[in-house]
């Protein structure tokens, strides 16, 4: 069956603008996550659901960052007014309950 | 707050030869460790648990409470075995997120 898929694979932004990325899950996987990985570094976690609750948003680092999974199955990340330091890929991952996290390709935000 | 160290940004090892690959964390309750990797061009996925106690492309992990330490070694290293690889944590009973640390990256020469 098909993987976590996310869209755009590429996004190029200039500084100030909206961004939606959008992350389809593997279907029946309860749990979906976001996290952001820098240049050289590990990925790092940015928020979490279980279905369409939102149970972790601790790592968002500002409140230009949001996310949605209405439905409790594709989720969007959204960053409002993007800066040069939000360069990355975006990965999500979805998995069964405290289950195995499948990632999806990521998808690379440049802020120019 | 929960920490994950792997000290090595770069190993390379030649084929046939062991290789260790290094990671410490920093977590006072009872962790899940994970080893995550990543080939190049393709997306992140995992290799091993701790709690699943298997082997996996003939590498193992054991889980050093002591040490605070989960290695992950393979005894005769291949030049498949070329990618990068990231050492997790994921509390348990908590929040299912994982922690990262920033990953070592394997080369093996022929």
């Known amino acids: 069956g098909a993987g976590v898929s996310q869209s755009p694979r590429y996004k190029v932004a200039k500084r100030g603008q909206d961004v939606a990325l959008r992350c389809d899950p593997i279907s029946g996987h309860v749990s979906l996550f976001w996290y952001q990985q820098a240049l050289g570094q590990g990925p790092e976690f940015l928020t979490y659901f279980q279905n369409e609750a939102q149970l972790d948003k601790s790592g968002l680092p500002s409140d230009r960052f949001f996310a949605e999974r209405p439905e409790g199955s594709v989720s969007t990340l959204k960053i409002q007014r993007t800066q040069q330091e939000d360069s990355a890929v975006y990965l999500c991952?979805?998995?069964?309950?405290?289950?195995?996290?499948?990632f999806g390709p990521g998808t690379r935000l440049t802020v120019t | 707050a929960q920490r994950v160290t792997q000290p090595e940004k770069l190993l390379s090892v030649f084929k046939g030869a062991p290789v260790e690959l290094k990671c410490n964390y920093s977590?006072?309750?009872?962790?899940?460790l994970f080893w995550y990797v990543q080939y190049s061009r393709q997306r992140l996925q995992l290799l091993l648990r701790?709690?699943s106690r298997e082997s996996i492309k003939g590498f193992t992990a054991d889980l050093n409470k002591g040490e605070t330490s989960f290695h992950l070694k393979k005894p005769f290293a291949q030049e498949e075995d070329s990618a990068m690889y990231y050492c997790a944590l994921r509390t348990k009973g908590g929040s299912e997120k994982l922690v990262f640390g920033k990953g070592t990256k394997l080369t093996v020469n022929p």
């Open positions: 701790h709690i």
């Open positions: 977590y006072s309750g009872s962790p899940e």
């Open positions: 991952a979805s998995s069964l309950w405290q289950g195995e996290q499948y």
